[in-house]
């Protein structure tokens, strides 16, 4: 009997079957994660920009003692008048926040302020913002309501 070495037809037909399906996976899990890098690269952009707002404001909270709040048709303003005067604006045609017309933050889908007085406690001012960020505004990357206390000692 003749001993048969090496690959019969059969056998090569398998392996590249095998090879063919093993590298079409690996394409759909390959596309599957770099298409959803965008998503993941827009969540920490979204989350970075209210970090923007957040630092600078809560600076400013706790140093005045007092604010107004004022919401025009494309615009909402918050002003503390206490040391210096200290503007933010939002700006809804620019998406953004603006800190004495310095850009802090960008791609804000929306934000709303109102100041209430919380008499539970001396009588502090108690600023509450509301505030979403991200390029769409069906589906905010990033969405925040927070109430900074204003300086009362």
């Known amino acids: 009997m003749k001993k048969e070495n090496g690959i019969t037809l059969a056998s090569l037909v398998l392996y590249v079957i095998i090879f063919s399906f093993t590298l079409g996976l690996l394409a ?3 596309s599957f994660v770099y298409g959803n ?3 993941i690269n ?3 952009v979204s989350s970075e920009e209210f970090n923007k707002f957040n ?3 809560l600076k ?3 140093e005045n003692n007092d604010a107004k709040v004022s919401t025009l048709n494309d615009s909402v303003t918050i002003t503390f008048e206490s ?3 200290i503007v ?3 700006k809804i045609s620019d998406k953004a926040i603006y800190r004495n017309k310095v850009k802090i933050a960008s791609n804000i889908l929306s934000f709303g302020a109102s100041i209430k007085t919380d008499t539970d406690h001396k009588s502090k001012k108690v600023i509450n913002i509301k505030i979403k960020t991200g390029r769409n505004a069906e589906d905010p990357n990033f969405s925040k309501e927070i109430n900074y206390v204003l300086k009362y000692w």
Request: without cysteine; negative net charge.
């Open 28 to 30: 759909a899990l390959s």
């Open 37 to 39: 890098m965008d998503y």
């Open 42 to 44: 827009s969540d920490s």
């Open 55 to 57: 630092i600078n404001f």
């Open 60 to 62: 400013d909270v706790k």
């Open 83 to 85: 040391n210096e005067k």
């Open 88 to 90: 933010y604006t939002y």
